[in-house]
Nanobody, 124 residues
Framework: QVQLVESGGGLVQAGGSLRLSCVAS????????MGWFRRAPGKEREFVAK????????SYADAVKGRFTISRDNTKNTVSLQMNDLKPDDTAVYYC?????????????????WGQGTQVTVSS
């Protein structure tokens, strides 16, 4: 079983950038497809980005496409989310998620391993 710990959240002004990191431990990281999800106040958790086990295939929600970049370093057991040109609507708790599968997914219920979340607040 893999354990996931996120870091890198914080308060930033609109137009700014943040980089979230998620460190995995407890299992072979390269066996896990990874994703980032977020939950804004009063809203359901939503898909942000996903990444294949090798890192050569990525996909993004339309709301973040062109602004966010997901990447991984399997030698460091880390998946990252670079967030640029942040908007107030990006304010949410961001969660790293992993599934032990050759298939990555945009679906929340497909992931069985979750971090504790990190708060991102974007002020206008």
């Amino acid at each position: 079983q893999v354990q996931l710990v996120e870091s890198g959240g914080g308060l930033v002004q609109a137009g700014g950038s943040l980089r979230l990191s998620c460190v995995a431990s407890g299992d072979t990281f390269s066996n896990y497809a990874m994703g980032w999800f977020r939950r804004a106040p009063g809203k359901e958790r939503e898909f942000v980005a996903k990444l294949s086990r090798s890192g050569d295939s990525t996909s993004y929600a339309d709301a973040v496409k062109g602004r966010f970049t997901i990447s991984r370093d399997n030698t460091k057991n880390t998946v990252s989310l670079q967030m640029n040109d942040l908007k107030p609507d990006d304010t949410a708790v961001y969660y790293c998620a992993g599934r032990r599968s050759i298939f990555d997914s945009r679906i929340y219920d497909d992931y069985s391993h979750w971090g504790q979340g990190t708060q991102v607040t974007v002020s206008s």
